[in-house]
C-alpha cells in the first residue's frame, strides 16, 4: 500500500524558534497533502490543504503566517511552525491523496513537537 | 459530509469479537462510510470503506444496514494491538480533494 513518512517523528525547541516537519510520500505522487493537528485526548483537527504548485488553503481560525506550508513536488510538504511557542506543543500529522486513489487517505505517523 | 455518533469507549476480551458500532442517520446517498483506527501515539491506520454492500478484508468486516443510516465495525478476534480509538467518518466518495473529518471515536480497549 502507499506510504507516507514524516519527519522528525519528535522534535523538542525553544520558545520563539522556528521547527520544519517533512512529509513525503514514498511509492506515489500525492497531488493533495493535509496537515492535522491532535492534541492530547483530543480527535485530529485539520489545519491546511495542500495542493502540489499552489498555495495551502487554511481552516478558520489557523494562522497561515504561522504554520507555514510548502507543497512544491508530487512526493514532498513541509509544514513550519514559525516562532514556536509552548501552546503549539501537539502531534502533527500530514497525509495524501492521489488521483488513482481519491477514496483513500494515507496517513504519516505523525511528529511530536514540545516547545519548551 | 454527515455527522456520525460512536460510543466514547468500549471493551472487548481478547479473542472475541469486537462489534464498533455508528450512527450516520443523516448519511447521503453518495457519501461512503470509512473506518480508520489511531493507536496511541501514531498516525490513522486505514481499516475499511463501503457505501451500501457489507465489506470483509483481512483486517476486519463491515456490516451496513440497508436503509444506511448506521453500521457496525467487526474485529473477527480482537487482539491486545487492536487497542486503539477507532473512527467512523462519512464522506463522498469521489469528492477529489476533500479531507477526512474526524470525530472523537471510540476508544476500544481489548483486555486480556
Known amino acids: 500500500g502507499a506510504v507516507v513518512s514524516q519527519h522528525p517523528s519528535w522534535v523538542i525547541c525553544k520558545s520563539g524558534t522556528s521547527v520544519k516537519i517533512e512529509c513525503r510520500s514514498l511509492?506515489?505522487?500525492?497531488?493533495?497533502m493535509f496537515w492535522y493537528r491532535q492534541f492530547p485526548k483530543q480527535s485530529l483537527m485539520l489545519m491546511a490543504t495542500s495542493n502540489e504548485g499552489s498555495k495551502a488553503t487554511y481552516e478558520q481560525g489557523v494562522e497561515k503566517d504561522k504554520f507555514l506550508i510548502n507543497h512544491a513536488s508530487l512526493t514532498l510538504s513541509t509544514l513550519t511552525v514559525t516562532s514556536a511557542h509552548p501552546e503549539d506543543s501537539s502531534f502533527y500529522i500530514c497525509?495524501?491523496?492521489?488521483?488513482?486513489?481519491?477514496?483513500?487517505?494515507?496517513f504519516g505517523p505523525g511528529t511530536r513537537l514540545t516547545v519548551l | 459530509d454527515a455527522k456520525t455518533t460512536q460510543p466514547p469507549s468500549m471493551d472487548c476480551a481478547e479473542g472475541r469479537a469486537a462489534n464498533l458500532p455508528c450512527n450516520h442517520s443523516?448519511?447521503?446517498?453518495?457519501?461512503?462510510v470509512y473506518w480508520y483506527r489511531q493507536i496511541h501515539s501514531q498516525g490513522p491506520q486505514y481499516i475499511i470503506h463501503?457505501?451500501?454492500n457489507n465489506e470483509t478484508n483481512e483486517m476486519a468486516s463491515l456490516i451496513i444496514t440497508e436503509d444506511r443510516k448506521s453500521s457496525t465495525l467487526i474485529l473477527p478476534h480482537a487482539t491486545l494491538r487492536d487497542t486503539a480509538v477507532y473512527y467512523c467518518?462519512?464522506?463522498?466518495?469521489?469528492?477529489?480533494?476533500?479531507?477526512?473529518?474526524f470525530g472523537p471515536g471510540t476508544r476500544l480497549s481489548v483486555l486480556p
Open positions: 511509492d506515489f505522487q500525492a497531488t493533495t
Open positions: 467518518i462519512v464522506r463522498v466518495g469521489n469528492n477529489y480533494g476533500q479531507n477526512f473529518v
Open positions: 463501503g457505501l451500501k
Open positions: 497525509s495524501a491523496i492521489t488521483y488513482s486513489s481519491y477514496n483513500e487517505q494515507f
Open positions: 443523516t448519511i447521503s446517498g453518495n457519501e461512503y
